[in-house]
């Protein structure tokens, strides 16, 4: 993400906002336009933190947990701002197959870069 106010105004205006991750089955490339995943398979509230690499505070972490009950194979990924559902980002991986019991940790790492 590009940002004009300095990486720690945006992160904390970022981290002010609650956020969720969103997992999927769908494998269609991830496009600029894309508002929603192909094929949600779960939504959960993330955990959302800055982090500093470069400069303070530069990066906004974004993760959850995620426990299945069933075997399913996941390749999608989005984070949504909770109260509008709008849609931040959306990534698109080979497919992982989870089984019962199985434990899927998603983090999602945005670096900020001033322009």
Do not use: Q
Request: aromatic share 12%; hydrophobic share 50%; glycine share 6%.
């Amino acid at each position: 993400m590009i940002v004009t106010k300095g990486y720690a105004t945006v992160g904390n205006i970022l981290m002010s906002e609650a956020w969720e991750i969103a997992i999927g089955i769908g494998t269609t490339p991830a496009w600029a336009d894309n508002l929603t995943l192909e094929n949600e398979y779960a939504r959960a509230d993330a955990t959302v933190a800055l982090e500093t690499g470069s400069v303070p505070y530069d990066t906004i972490v974004f993760d959850h947990i995620f426990e299945f009950t069933e075997i399913v194979e996941i390749s999608e990924f989005g984070v949504f701002r909770k109260d509008t559902g709008n849609m931040l980002c959306r990534w698109v991986v080979s497919p992982v197959t989870a089984m019962p019991s199985f434990l899927m940790s998603v983090l999602y790492r945005m670096k900020l870069v001033e322009a």
